[in-house]
């Protein structure tokens, strides 16, 4: 239920920017006014990333307190905050759809290789990925081809007018960098004040010469393995890892290794027996290293997984790593919130092969890199191989844009979505843009550092550019306390 702080309109615009008069379909907006109307400034347009989550359900969480806002009290104060739902995209209509019902959804997926670890389960996760791209077609229609990064550049160019603000105040987070890279190439002169936190580089994601996947162009498989590393690390210096009095040096690739063999048995709070798989444990990590605040329990069920192998014996591993049929159905690469749409425009956007074998063969070449992500990383677009939909409206270049006010990149230092080297290359094309490096881990700089949101906040009431080669701390180190 949206706050009764927030208010809430729909925009039309036109399905296909080639024909203006033709069919329209609808974005959905909430604001959430300044608390000083007199010291207003101007609106701050925000995009959650995905490409996929509902930018609007993330500012109704901002607003209950669930989750962190990514600015503080001046730009509270001062800024209109607009959320914006691009096409396709949750309360925007139509919305892109696969399935008939969560149901169908949670059917379909039952049972699919969740990281292809051998021929036969290869096999299967190709047919169910020519499957999904079938139905996301069947249930979608022509919406399909309408859904590219430049195509929700153009639709945040007419809500910019609509508010009537002469540039475009921004902060988009992870695809929502790509999206705010794009509009400021499209629109150069209409950029105002441009926070991009999580850097998702469009030049590397766009490029088609290699015919790679995505995971290879953008190096998430050796940044997720990166961070497992710091994982590790800090868990085995630290008194208040679970799993540090296991040697975790020695422990995980054990755990990993002897879960590929055998799945160990484990039990819930409600006593039902379940197997945690090879699959589902690279899986829940390739989440986990998204968010160090949750590594405590990530140690703990490691602990308890490899101390229940040595002892072949089940164990009690923690829910919050790997959720029971029973009690939490675990997501599979089509039933998750945001896979309609993310698919929709990953496959739009981004050159991919249209040979499945391409993802496996990128896993097995990248295997010696990121042993325990390559797989999972690469996977990660493999219905793309088989998309129904192909969008004409698609940006790859230039990128050397002089734009009308300099852009403000973030980054962590280990982020296993969106590697740094990524926040590096985009900052050297856009001139006169100012990269700011967390010297922390995970995904999404502004939750995670106080430093580099209050550096943020004073740029985009201020318009000055924190110092070049600024480096911030995070608010925690993991296992610290």
């Known amino acids: 239920m949206d706050d009764s702080r927030l208010s809430c309109a729909a925009l039309d615009v036109p399905l296909d920017y080639r024909d203006p008069g033709g069919r329209r379909i609808g974005i959905a907006l909430a604001k959430l006014s300044a608390r000083e109307p007199g010291e207003r400034v101007g609106t701050l347009v925000i995009n959650r990333g995905g490409p996929g989550y509902s930018s609007i359900e993330y500012l109704n969480q901002i607003v209950a307190g669930q989750v962190r806002a990514p600015w503080d009290d001046q730009v509270r104060d001062r800024y209109d905050v607009v959320a914006v739902d691009q096409r396709g995209v949750g309360r925007a209509t139509p919305a892109v759809t696969c399935f008939d019902s969560d149901q169908a959804a949670a059917a379909f997926g039952a049972g699919v290789p969740l990281v292809p670890d051998n021929p036969v389960e290869i096999a299967q996760r190709t047919a169910k990925d020519a499957e999904f791209a079938a139905d996301c077609r069947a249930h979608s229609g022509n919406l399909l081809d309408h859904l590219s990064t430049a195509t929700v550049a153009r639709d945040l160019d007419t809500v910019r007018a609509a508010l009537g603000e002469p540039r475009l105040n921004y902060l988009g987070q992870s695809y929502g960098t790509a999206l705010g890279a794009v509009y400021a190439s499209m629109f150069p002169q209409r950029v105002g004040s441009f926070v991009l936190d999580s850097i998702e580089d469009p030049v590397q994601t766009t490029d088609a010469s290699a015919g790679s996947t995505l995971s290879e162009r953008m190096g998430s498989d050796v940044s997720s393995q990166e961070v497992a590393h710091e994982f590790l690390r800090l868990c085995a210096r630290s008194k208040n890892c679970a799993f540090a009095q296991d040697d975790p040096w020695k422990a995980f690739p054990a755990v990993l290794a002897s879960l590929r063999a055998k799945p160990v048995t484990s039990s819930g709070p409600n006593g039902a027996p379940f197997s945690i798989t090879y699959g589902q444990l690279i899986y829940s990590l390739g989440e986990y290293v998204y968010q160090p605040v949750s590594w405590p329990v990530l140690a703990l069920a490691l602990h308890r997984i490899y101390r229940a192998q040595l002892a072949a014996g089940p164990t009690t591993a923690h829910l919050g790593l790997i959720p029971t049929a029973a009690e939490d159905e675990f997501d599979t690469p089509y039933t998750s919130s945001i896979a309609p749409p993310f698919y929709a425009?990953?496959?739009?956007?981004?050159?991919?092969?249209?040979?499945?074998?391409?993802?496996?063969?990128?896993?097995?070449?990248?295997?010696?890199?990121?042993?325990?992500?390559?797989?999972?990383r690469a996977y990660e677009t493999s219905p793309c191989a088989f998309w129904q939909a192909s969008s004409t409206d698609r940006y790859t270049g230039p990128w050397n844009i002089h734009t009308a006010t300099p852009i403000l990149l973030l980054n962590n230092r280990f982020d296993p979505a969106t590697p740094l080297p990524g926040a590096i290359d985009l900052a050297a094309h856009l001139p006169g843009s100012r990269l700011l490096i967390n010297e922390g881990w995970g995904h999404m700089v502004t939750d995670k550092s106080t430093c580099a949101l209050r550096a943020a906040s004073n740029y985009l009431v201020s318009g000055q550019l924190p110092p070049p080669e600024t480096h911030c701390t995070p608010d925690t180190i993991p296992f610290a306390s």
């Open 345 to 376: 425009f990953t496959c739009n956007d981004t050159a991919l092969p249209h040979f499945a074998p391409a993802w496996w063969a990128a896993s097995a070449q990248r295997a010696t890199l990121a042993p325990d992500f390559a797989a999972l």
